[in-house]
C-alpha cells in the first residue's frame, strides 16, 4: 500500500480552509503542513474574528459555502447554534467576522478528524519565501528559519501587502493616510467632522462608508413613511468622497432572485460560437440580449458603458449617482426578474469561468474585455448587498457622500494638513485619505508581489498568462488541474487565477476550484 502523500497549503484563509478539509475528507494524504504567516488559522485576512462588525459578508447568509456540493455550509452552522444566532435571516447578510468564526469551527473540527484518520498535520506561522521543485517532482518550501519537502503545494495565499497608493503624511501633519481599512484601530480615531477621501467605488469603499456611519459614529439610519431609509446625523458631522477612475457603482444583489432559464447564454452556445468562428464581446452581448428579451427586458448597453455621459461637474456626478443607484435599488427590490444581469450572471458563474478556462474568447477580445470591460462586468457579478445600498443612497440624499470619476492622483498639500483629489471635474480635498483600491496585484512580474511570488517567477515556476503573444493578468495554469504552467506539483488556488479565469471573490468559486484541484491530486495519485 503507497504512503499517503505529503501535502502543503500556504494560507489558510478561506481558501487554505477549504482545501484543509477537502484534502482531509477525500484525499490520500498521510501528513499536511499548513503555514499561515498569522498565526490565525481559518478567518484570513478577510473574515478576522475580531474585525469591525460594521464589514458586512456580500454573499446572503444562505449562499455561503465551504465544498461545491453545499452552498448551506454556513447557514447550517449557524442554525445548530441557535443560542447564538437566533432569529438570522438566510437571505440576510451578517458581519464577516461571523463567517471568520465558521472557518475556525470548520478547521479545528478538521484538526480531530485528521487525527481519527492517522493523518499528520503541522502548522507552520511563518511566511514561506521560496520553493525549489527538484527532478522528482518533490518541492523544498522554505521560510526564514526553516524548510521542509512535501509532494505537492497548494498555494491559496492572498493579498500583496505593500499595494497601496499614496504616501503617508510626516510625523506632526494634521492629515491621514490609511493604506487598508483591514483590522486597522486608525479607522476608530478619524474625526467626526473628518472630510474623508476614500480611493476606489468597491466592495471595500462600501465596507469604509459603512463603519463611517456606523450607530456608534452618533449617527442613525431611520425608515420614512414611505419606506425610504433616511440618514440623520446626530453627532456624526463626516464627509465622504468615493474617488475612482469610472465611478462606477455597484448592481445590487436581488432581494428575490429570478434564475433566468438561460437558454442561449450558456457555455454551450459559447463554444459552438467559438467552433464557427472566433467568439467576440459583441457576440456575448447578443447573446445577453437574447436572454433579456426572453425574459422582457431591454439592456441600455450606451447607458452602462458611460453612466456619466451627460456630467459636465462634479456635483452633477453626484446626482446622477444617486439617480443610477436609486433605479438600481428599485429594480433589486422589485419581484418581476428586471435586475437581469445580476441574476444573470450570478446564474451563469460557473458557465463564465470554464469559457475563460477554454479560452473561447478570441485573444484580441479577451484583451479588450480585461482592459475595458472587466470591471463594468464585474459590478454585475459581484453585486452590493441591498442594506448598504440603501446607507449609501441615504448618504447621497443627505449631501454627506459624493461621487468623483475620472480620478488622476491623490497628493498631500505641501503644510501636510490635506489632500488634494485630482479628478474629471476638478478637485476634491480631505483631510483624511483611504486606500480602498484592493490589495491584489494580477501582474505577476510586479514588485508589489511577495518574496515567494517573486521567488516562483525568478525560477521559471510560475508564469504570466498570455493570449495571442501578449501578457495578461494572472498567471498561466493548466486546467482543469490549476496547476501552474511548467510544474506538477504547484497548484494555484488563489486571485492569480484571476486572469486565465473569471473572477475569484466568490466562495462557491474557490471551493469549486479547490475541488478540481484535490480532484487530480487523488486521481494522479490513484494512477501512479
Not at 18 to 27: G, H, K, Y
Amino acid at each position: 500500500m503507497q504512503p499517503g502523500l505529503h501535502i502543503a497549503i500556504v494560507g489558510c484563509g478561506f481558501s487554505g480552509t477549504s482545501a484543509f478539509f477537502q484534502l482531509i475528507d477525500r484525499a490520500p494524504v498521510g501528513e499536511v503542513t499548513i503555514f499561515e504567516m498569522s498565526g490565525d488559522y481559518g478567518p484570513g485576512y478577510a473574515y478576522r474574528t475580531d474585525e469591525c462588525v460594521d464589514y458586512l459578508i456580500n454573499n446572503t447568509t444562505d449562499s455561503m459555502c465551504l465544498t461545491p456540493e453545499s452552498k448551506r455550509a454556513f447557514i447550517d452552522w449557524l442554525n445548530r447554534s441557535p443560542y447564538r444566532y437566533a432569529g438570522v435571516s438566510p437571505d440576510g447578510h451578517l458581519p464577516r467576522r461571523v463567517y471568520g468564526a465558521f472557518l475556525k469551527d470548520v478547521f479545528e473540527a478538521t484538526q480531530v478528524a485528521a487525527n481519527v484518520k492517522g493523518v499528520r498535520v503541522r502548522l507552520v506561522s511563518r511566511e514561506v519565501t521560496a520553493l525549489d521543485q527538484d527532478p522528482q517532482g518533490k518541492t523544498r518550501l522554505r521560510w526564514h528559519d526553516g524548510s521542509t519537502v512535501v509532494d505537492k503545494v497548494i498555494l491559496t495565499t492572498g493579498r500583496c501587502r505593500d499595494l497601496a497608493p499614496g504616501s503617508a503624511p510626516p510625523a506632526g501633519a494634521s492629515a491621514h493616510y490609511l493604506k487598508t481599512h483591514i483590522n486597522n484601530p486608525a479607522m476608530a480615531a478619524i474625526p467626526t467632522d473628518a472630510r474623508v477621501g476614500i480611493l476606489g467605488a468597491s466592495l471595500s469603499a462600501y465596507d469604509i462608508v459603512n463603519r463611517l456611519f456606523a450607530p456608534d459614529t452618533g449617527c442613525r439610519f431611520r425608515r420614512t413613511p414611505a419606506g425610504q431609509l433616511a440618514f440623520h446625523a446626530g453627532s456624526n458631522a463626516r464627509r465622504v468622497v468615493l474617488a475612482s477612475r469610472t465611478g462606477r457603482l455597484k448592481a445590487l444583489q436581488s432581494r428575490h432572485p429570478h434564475a433566468p432559464a438561460r437558454t442561449v447564454f450558456n457555455l454551450e452556445h459559447l463554444r459552438q460560437r467559438a467552433q464557427q468562428g472566433e467568439l467576440s464581446l459583441n457576440d456575448v452581448r447578443a447573446l445577453i440580449d437574447q436572454e433579456a428579451a426572453a425574459n422582457g427586458v431591454s439592456i441600455d448597453w450606451a447607458q452602462i458603458a458611460a453612466p456619466y455621459a451627460a456630467c459636465t461637474t462634479a456635483e452633477a456626478v453626484t446626482a446622477r449617482a444617486a439617480e443610477l443607484l436609486e433605479h438600481a435599488l428599485a429594480n433589486a427590490l422589485a419581484d418581476d426578474g428586471k435586475n437581469i444581469l445580476v441574476d444573470l450572471f450570478a446564474s451563469a458563474q460557473q458557465d463564465i469561468w470554464d469559457a475563460f478556462a477554454e479560452q473561447l474568447l478570441a485573444p484580441e477580445e479577451e484583451r479588450r474585455y480585461r482592459k475595458d470591460f472587466e470591471t463594468t462586468a464585474l459590478s454585475y457579478a459581484a453585486p452590493c448587498p441591498i442594506p448598504t445600498a440603501e446607507k449609501l443612497l441615504a448618504l447621497l440624499r443627505a449631501g454627506r457622500l459624493s461621487v468623483v470619476t475620472g480620478v488622476r492622483n491623490a497628493t498631500l498639500s505641501e503644510d501636510g494638513n490635506h489632500y488634494r483629489i485630482e479628478h474629471a471635474h476638478g478637485e476634491e480635498a480631505c483631510t483624511v485619505l483611504i486606500n480602498a483600491t484592493g490589495s491584489v496585484d494580477r501582474d505577476i512580474e510586479s514588485k508589489s508581489q511577495p518574496a515567494l511570488i517573486r521567488n516562483l517567477v525568478e525560477r521559471n515556476q510560475l508564469q504570466a498568462y498570455r493570449r495571442g503573444g501578449h501578457k495578461m493578468p494572472g498567471a498561466a495554469v493548466k486546467f482543469p488541474s490549476m496547476l501552474a504552467q511548467g510544474t506538477d506539483s504547484i497548484y494555484l488556488a488563489n486571485m492569480l487565477l484571476w486572469g486565465p479565469g473569471y473572477f475569484t471573490s466568490s466562495a462557491y468559486t474557490m471551493a469549486t476550484i479547490v475541488d478540481q484541484i484535490v480532484t487530480h491530486i487523488s486521481s494522479t495519485f490513484r494512477a501512479g
